[in-house]
Nanobody
Framework: QVQLVESGGGLVQPGGSLRLSCAAS????????MGWFRQAPGKQREDVAF???????NYADSVKGRFTISRDNAKNTVILQMNSLKPEDTAVYYC???????WGQGTQVTVSS
């Protein structure tokens, strides 16, 4: 059974940075793509960033140049480094694996002064 556990969310001022982590278990992590998504209050869940098993990345236009997704296969972890945060980045952030389609429980990111 695949389990995904996100961490690293919190409250940050506009222009600040946060580093989200998603630890995976129950799968051969290195073989599968991983993704980050987010859901703001009253809005649908949306794509944020993806990373393939080979390390190729893709980003939503709204986060390009500010967010970086990476993976550490030795630690079964996918990272989302978020810089130059804006109030509109406020959301619950989720990771997802593309082996089982499982979701983590989410971590809250709030960008506010």
């Amino acid at each position: 059974q695949v389990q995904l556990v996100e961490s690293g969310g919190g409250l940050v001022q506009p222009g600040g940075s946060l580093r989200l982590s998603c630890a995976a278990s129950g799968m051969i992590f290195s073989r599968y793509a991983m993704g980050w998504f987010r859901q703001a209050p009253g809005k649908q869940r949306e794509d944020v960033a993806f990373i393939s098993s080979g390390g190729n990345t893709n980003y939503a236009d709204s986060v390009k140049g500010r967010f970086t997704i990476s993976r550490d296969n030795a630690k079964n972890t996918v990272i989302l480094q978020m810089n130059s945060l804006k109030p509109e980045d406020t959301a619950v952030y989720y990771c997802k694996d593309f082996y089982s389609g499982s979701w983590g429980q989410g971590t809250q990111v709030t960008v506010s002064s």
